[in-house]
């Protein structure tokens, strides 16, 4: 088998990033092959989640830095996530648009962050 058709035979699935074997029962529909199981076609990242937010955030932080500390930069995961929290809370949506898709997800991901407030007998 050649380079190009082993290369060709393999895809990333569209939510979890693993490889895509290709399979003979795949054969006449693999072009539209995207996820790898039933469950990332389910849990589908959606265009304005938190995920996406995260990796654009991420992405930015990152090509800024590299401009002064070269190929060397990193960025945390808390960096991108306090920029995104701060993004968020200072988001003012328009009189027009509902906005809450976005302000349930901030609630979701405080929620999500702070201790629990009941006390254990």
């Not at 265009?47 to 190929?71: A, H, V, W, Y």
């Not at 060397?72 to 949506?93: G, I």
């Not at 809450?100 to 201790?115: C, V």
Request: proline content about 2%.
């Amino acid at each position: 088998m050649s380079q190009v058709t082993c290369s060709a035979l393999r895809k990333i699935c569209a939510t979890c990033g693993r490889q895509i074997s290709w399979r003979k029962k795949w054969e006449k529909n693999w072009h539209a092959i995207t996820y790898c199981s039933d469950s990332c076609r389910k849990n589908k990242i959606r265009p304005n989640s938190l995920d996406t937010m995260f990796e654009s955030k991420i992405l930015s932080l990152l090509s800024r830095r590299r401009i002064i500390q070269g190929l060397t930069a990193t960025v945390t995961c808390e960096e991108a996530e306090r920029e995104v929290l701060q993004d968020k809370k200072n988001f003012q949506p328009d009189e027009g648009s509902s906005g809450t898709a976005f302000q349930s997800s901030l609630e979701g991901t405080k929620a999500a962050s702070e201790p629990s407030r009941t006390r254990e007998r």
